[in-house]
């Protein structure tokens, strides 16, 4: 009998095959398809309850009942679904907290192509249930009968659930208190990822779509709100203070776009119009707790902005006609719930004038609800391209919102991780939204290079290439890359042999990113161009692997063409360095005369920084110093300044290059190219410290910030723009760093204000500017002042917080410059083992003295005084151990510093036990740094010799004989260098 079921079985497969070809377009012609490599970014917990594709559902029938009361609610689903295989047994995603009822219906539904006078359905029989458990999310069905291929059945379920309260997931429920200390419930739905099996039995997987019927049971007092308009509201006889609310039928979704609130929030409508597009005039409300609502008057007019851009750049709706927005109250979830017509915000996320969340988010209502990732493994997609375009959108509607924040501030850090030996070593948790952030730039990288218009088309056939109802409204990985390719193939943009999927694979899976090479030849008036790896930091052993290589888009900026408007030039490549070529070199014509410099990758259009031959350097920078500067546009100038000093922090550019690109710094006032001038500030400062170049160098940096932070002046000014407040407070830093003497000055005058308070340890009334300063540049009684705070630091005190507490150590330890203040500290914690100093204290103590000379070396010496006594200290505790190790040998720099490292590991060889590959790796890196000191150092100080003034003093000094009842007058004696 069961061979002729099986035989049946395979010959229905063969015979309706092509009647289910667009059902099984719907999940199976996705399934071949594989992402770009980002699915690391997210880590899913619904893998392991992925259900077998047996049925796919067409519609849901929900009812949901909540008693705020009891923390409960019952429901009720109906689910229509399709066998897609032969089976005796239904299985749906159901999270083990729903109580489900054992009588569970089944009943098969006529065929689609059956007459209405045809056979009654039947209802089939259920043999067992098995319920969802901890480790498996499924709610078996099994059935007396066997169901054949193109079967059509509902199956209702009935059950109870609890309301959520201690997180935002699922059905929660959450209250808010009114000005009159009243209490207001509200319930409302948070099912993304996978969190709609807490709400009901359903496939979570976002590639069943369905349409959905909601009805919701509520009180007459509050109001009730879902993806789409309110249908009808029934009355309850026996219940006169309740209704029922139900919903129209929704298009097809995935559940986890469900969204349900009951509340008493009230709404506020737009002043502006929303544009109609596709015959449909979106319906946009903004709702809130009443007395709210004022805080976000002015977000309705925000959101039809945004949503009007939007329409016109995707050149379609959402598919809805309405579009709820709502500031929940106590909303803890990670990110908003963008569900299809009903968006939940936090309301200080939704309050914020700023453009790009807001836009974010907005973007999900097409990239992530109107079309669905297949899978959860493509949901990364959205999130970079939804990224890019809220950047784009906000550049477009509010550019001051963007100025020097994007590409910079995300491409800088890019340069500095995949610039290391190895990325991502010291957090590897950041990889994810690394790669994210590489996508995201590839984007941008096409928007240029495709041109705008070409970009914005494939975006459009992404979006709308699923309005064919024949064809499911998901997306995998590649289409995205696929329609820019369709939409590039009708122009001449990219060359024969190139697509963009091709290109960007490399980009995004790469753990690198590549370094151009532009070497003109002005005799023959030809451009060399080379690629390799780009390593700010020494490349790790040899692997035998291929170098990597990229297809890298050149677009070259003449000096010729900065007459014209400074962002107007011709962003198509002038040619394409391509893995594919078999030659390292690509010689190209020149596009400027030998009189005349290039910029190659001007505004950061690819994600590579560019060395230039010294001749073309020079040009560049002479003419950065003269007045047309600012012809070159801001983000191209900020690029230039940041090449020059990161390629000669790799070796690749001699250091007097790079100097002579900061001249121009004392002319400039634009926040975005000083932005990352005080990264490589630190930086260098901390490659060259305890040198008598480090003075020379902390003197010239003095020469450049003091005409900015005197323009921007010390104190803040009402309603000054971000940019202003964000520079004044990092150029007063560095200034205070490199013993600015006003800096200094200002900080004790500040810090005097602590020492005379008659109770000091009940708070502080020191900023934390001026903390450092004082540790730093102030006297020994001073930082024995702060000491005193941390030993006496009260616990469990509800004025004081622990992380005052941990500044003022962190401060402590990594501010002195002398050697004193560092010993007086290592003696109390771990000779004195004073009680006060937990292993976690001095742990970050040991972290801390590793930023500067005196820091470490202190340390090292203290280590080598004390060898047994530390060792007995920390002979159970191989973190600590471990950590002083660490931090007393590998941050040395020259050959004194290796020759002091290799003494003590001869001297106690064996003696190490956990740390010996610590003080091993120590001695390979100071091997390196010493010949990166020997390479830069007699340069460096040739060209600071060379352009430092002669009456700039090298670094402030201050009488540690002082006391602190001479402060007061020495503060308002101290004169001006």
Not at 51 to 77: N, R
């Amino acid at each position: 009998m069961w061979k002729k079921v099986i035989l049946f079985g395979l010959f229905i497969v063969y015979s309706i095959n092509q009647s289910n070809k667009c059902n099984a377009a719907k999940i199976g012609s996705y399934k071949v398809k594989r992402s770009i490599d980002l699915n690391d970014i997210y880590h899913y917990s619904g893998h392991q309850n992925k259900l077998p594709e047996k049925v796919i559902p067409s519609s849901y029938h929900l009812k949901i009942e909540p008693s705020v009361d009891k923390g409960t609610f019952k429901g009720q689903v109906k689910i229509n679904l399709t066998c897609m295989d032969i089976l005796d047994r239904i299985t749906v995603n159901a999270h083990p907290d729903l109580q489900i009822s054992s009588d569970v219906k089944i009943r098969e539904l006529p065929s689609e192509k059956t007459d209405e006078d045809g056979p009654v359905p039947m209802e089939l029989n259920v043999a067992k249930i098995e319920l969802p458990t901890s480790t498996k999310y499924w709610l078996i069905i099994h059935l007396e009968q066997i169901l054949k291929i193109g079967n059509r059945i509902e199956l209702q379920i009935d059950y109870v659930g609890n309301l959520t309260t201690n997180k935002t997931s699922g059905l929660f429920m959450n209250e808010y208190v009114d000005s009159d200390g009243n209490r207001h419930q509200f319930i409302a739905t948070y099912l993304r990822m996978n969190h709609a099996q807490e709400m009901f039995p359903c496939l979570v997987d976002p590639q069943y779509k369905a349409k959905f019927k909601l009805s919701v049971k509520h009180s007459r007092t509050v109001k009730s709100t879902s993806n789409t308009p309110l249908e009808t509201m029934t009355s309850i006889s026996e219940e006169p203070d309740m209704v029922w609310s139900h919903f129209t039928e929704t298009p097809e979704m995935s559940t986890y776009q469900l969204a349900l609130v009951v509340s008493d929030f009230d709404h506020i409508v737009p002043n502006l119009q929303i544009d109609e597009i596709d015959g449909t005039k979106l319906d946009i409300k903004i709702w809130a707790r009443s007395e709210y609502l004022e805080t976000l008057k002015n977000v309705p007019d925000k959101i039809v902005r945004i949503m009007n851009y939007l329409q016109k750049y995707f050149n379609c709706s959402i598919g809805l006609t309405k579009l709820d927005i709502m500031a929940i109250p106590m909303f803890n979830a990670v990110k908003a719930s963008d569900s299809w017509g009903l968006m939940f915000f936090k309301e200080s996320e939704l309050r914020s004038s700023l453009i790009w969340n807001t836009a974010y988010e907005l973007i999900y209502q097409w990239i992530g609800q109107y079309i669905t990732p297949y899978s959860w493994n493509d949901a990364p997609v959205s999130k970079t391209i939804n990224s890019f375009l809220a950047s784009l959108t906000t550049v477009d509607i509010n550019p001051d919102e963007m100025e020097g924040k994007w590409p910079m501030t995300i491409l800088y850090s890019l340069y500095y991780e995949f610039g290391k030996t190895v990325p991502f070593s010291r957090v590897a948790g950041i990889r994810y939204e690394a790669i994210a952030a590489k996508a995201e730039l590839v984007f941008r990288m096409f928007n240029y290079t495709l041109g705008k218009d070409v970009f914005r088309e494939g975006v459009r056939n992404f979006i709308q290439q699923q309005r064919d109802e024949k064809v499911p409204r998901v997306f995998v990985g590649e289409d995205i890359y696929n329609r820019l390719n369709e939409a590039a193939s009708e122009t001449a943009n990219l060359p024969e042999g190139l697509n963009v999927f091709g290109i960007s694979t490399t980009w995004i899976s790469y753990d690198r990113l590549p370094l151009v090479t532009v070497i003109r030849d002005y005799e023959s008036g030809e451009i060399i161009l080379s690629q390799k790896i780009y390593m700010r930091e020494p490349p790790p052993p040899s692997n035998n692997k291929v170098p990597a290589q990229w297809d890298i888009p050149i677009i070259i900026l003449p000096e010729t063409e900065l007459d014209h408007c400074v962002t107007s030039f011709d962003t198509k490549p002038y040619v394409w360095l391509t893995k594919g070529n078999e030659q390292k070199n690509v010689t190209v014509k020149d596009v400027a005369s030998k009189d005349h410099f290039i910029i190659v990758n001007p505004e950061e259009i690819g994600m590579f920084p560019v060395n230039y031959d010294p001749c073309n350097w020079k040009k560049i920078s002479q003419f950065l110093q003269g007045k047309q500067r600012e012809n070159i546009p801001v983000l191209t100038r900020a690029k230039l300044l940041h090449d020059s000093w990161n390629l000669a922090y790799a070796g690749e550019l001699c250091f007097a290059i790079a100097l002579n690109m900061t001249l121009f710094l004392k002319e400039e006032r634009s926040h975005v190219v000083w932005e990352p001038v005080f990264t490589m500030i630190d930086h260098i400062g901390k490659r060259i410290e305890g040198s008598d170049v480090y003075y020379k160098f902390e003197a010239y940096i003095r020469s450049l910030l003091k005409p900015l932070y005197e323009e921007l002046g010390d104190k803040p000014q009402p309603n000054e723009p971000s940019w202003k407040v964000h520079i004044r407070g990092l150029a007063k830093n560095f200034l205070c760093r490199a013993g600015y003497e006003p800096c200094v000055k200002e900080a004790r005058e500040q810090f005097n204000k602590w020492l005379m308070e008659p109770e000091p340890d009940k708070g502080n009334p020191v900023a934390n500017e001026y903390i450092c300063p004082v540790f730093k540049w102030g006297t020994n009684e001073e930082w024995e002042f702060g000491l005193q705070r941390v030993i006496n630091f009260p616990l469990n005190s509800p004025e004081r917080k622990q992380n005052e507490r941990t500044y003022l150590l962190k401060t402590l330890a990594g501010c002195p410059k002398d050697s004193y203040k560092i010993q007086r500290l290592l003696n109390v914690t771990i000779l004195d083992q004073n009680d006060n100093f937990t292993d976690s204290d001095i742990h970050l103590i040991f972290n801390m003295l590793t930023g500067g000379v005196a820091g470490y070396t202190t340390l090292f010496n203290f280590l080598a005084e004390h060898w047994d006594t530390v060792q007995r200290r920390f002979e159970d505790k191989n973190h600590l151990w471990d950590g002083i190790i660490n931090s007393a040998t590998s941050s040395f720099k020259t050959q004194e510093g290796y020759n002091m490292v290799s003494e003590l590991y001869q001297n106690r060889n064996g003696q190490f036990d956990s740390a010996n590959n610590i003080i091993q790796e120590a001695l390979e890196n100071i091997k390196l740094e010493t010949k990166w000191r020997d390479d830069n150092f007699p340069v460096i100080e040739a060209w600071l010799d060379e352009n430092l003034a002669e009456n700039q003093s090298p670094y402030y000094n201050v009488d540690e004989n002082i006391s602190i009842t001479n402060i007061n007058t020495i503060i308002t004696t101290t004169t001006q260098p």
